[in-house]
């Protein structure tokens, strides 16, 4: 399976490279105060993305068969045709470029669990997260660069209990936890926050593993609480989780060799 572990991480590079040109600015030069996300997006820059993302569709085809063969083609010819007459990418495209990955990324978590779920191994972690997509980055990486099983609450069975009975159930099975903390609700104070569920399961694991064992990686701008002291706390901007992984890897590397 190391081709299908080269071919997620080129995807998720590719999904970093994505996501950046959908949250870049196009008015930045002609009024840098004013924010206007980019329309469209010519082929002689982007078309490669494209290309690139189903070449490692393609080795997850013939690694992993059962899981990817029916996904339909990543590559797309440009859409959009400008009054001069030149045919880029939209923004719808692109934007269906990075849910497209997404996805393939999910199917691969979720593969992963299949896999390896009657395996209990005491060192698990549990990685918990509000809307944003970004979890699936930190699960990629735990599970490829740092050889750690991980466990996402929505992946496993519910067997009937409550969400707080499946909550502690799985916490079980883990001895460190990952809280993504991202912007997805705003006060009435202007204030962008967490969703609520993930600020009471920074409580939780607080208490459940010991203050050392839980990393909190948050979004900057959103209202981070202040009385759990010693939580390690990881910032990271907006749509770039990734910039927060080598501290996150320093400290579960330190976790797991005390």
């Not at 202040?226 to 501290?247: M, Q």
Request: with cysteine.
């Amino acid at each position: 399976m190391q081709g299908a572990t080269v071919a997620l991480a080129k995807l998720a590079a590719i999904l970093g490279a994505v996501r950046s040109a959908l949250s870049e600015n196009a008015s930045r030069l002609s009024n840098p105060n004013a924010i206007e996300l980019r329309q469209s997006f010519y082929p002689e820059h982007f078309r490669n993305y494209f290309y690139r993302a189903d070449e490692q569709l393609d080795v997850l085809r013939a690694v992993a068969p059962d899981f990817f063969d029916d996904f339909p083609p990543l590559l797309q010819q440009p859409s959009q045709k400008l009054i001069n007459d030149h045919v880029v990418y939209s923004r719808a495209q692109m934007t269906r470029l990075a849910r497209d990955i997404e996805q393939v990324l999910e199917i691969r978590a979720n593969s992963q669990h299949a896999h390896s779920s009657a395996l209990e191994s005491p060192n698990r972690v549990f990685i918990t997260h509000g809307h944003a997509k970004d979890w699936l980055e930190v699960q990629a990486y735990i599970e490829r660069d740092l050889a750690l099983q991980t466990l996402e609450l929505s992946q496993e069975a519910s067997t009937g209990n409550t969400i707080i009975e499946k909550l502690e159930a799985n916490a079980a099975r883990c001895n460190s936890a990952v809280i993504v903390m991202s912007g997805d609700d705003v006060d009435q104070g202007g204030q962008v926050r967490a969703r609520e569920n993930v600020m009471h399961e920074i409580g939780f694991f607080h208490g459940k593993y010991g203050r050392a064992n839980v990393i909190l990686l948050h979004q900057d701008g959103v209202s981070v609480p202040t009385n759990l002291s010693g939580i390690v706390y990881v910032p990271y901007p907006k749509g770039y989780v990734s910039a927060g992984f080598a501290v996150m890897a320093r400290e579960l590397k330190a976790t797991y060799t005390r």
